[in-house]
Nanobody, 125 residues
Framework: VQLQASGGGEVQAGGSLRLSCAASGRTLSRYTRAWFRQAPGQEREFVAAYFRSGGNTYYADSVKGRFAISQDNAKNTVYLQMNSLKPEDTAVYYC???????????????????WGQGTQVTVSS
């Protein structure tokens, strides 16, 4: 599956952004869909995911209650709604998908085969 991420930008602390990840080539709902982020000099870290089996959602503790992952099956697109943004949320955000990942591995970016290009999110204080 090919992924195309968009929606990044610059906002002030407390603001909101919605990232989109449009898929082509395969039905995205059959995959585990996830968002990761990477700040300069840091390792890529898990943000949120839809697990392919059962459709349950999972979040990093740092974004729980502020971010929400959702999907539009008709558009084959997954979204990340980000509210109450903080300067520490500044990073390049990536969407990822995989159709064979197991639940215990969804937070491990090395387990994902398909990646979109990153989209920059900058939160100013």
């Amino acid at each position: 599956v090919q992924l195309q991420a968009s929606g990044g930008g610059e906002v002030q602390a407390g603001g909101s952004l919605r990232l989109s990840c449009a898929a082509s080539g395969r039905t995205l709902s059959r995959y585990t869909r996830a968002w990761f982020r990477q700040a300069p000099g840091q390792e890529r870290e898990f943000v949120a995911a839809y697990f392919r089996s059962g459709g349950n959602t999972y979040y990093a503790d740092s974004v729980k209650g502020r971010f929400a992952i959702s999907q539009d099956n008709a558009k084959n697109t997954v979204y990340l709604q980000m509210n109450s943004l903080k300067p520490e949320d500044t990073a390049v955000y990536y969407c990822a998908a995989d159709n064979s990942i197991i639940l215990s591995s969804i937070r491990n970016y090395l387990q994902y085969d398909c990646w979109g290009q990153g989209t920059q999110v900058t939160v100013s204080s």
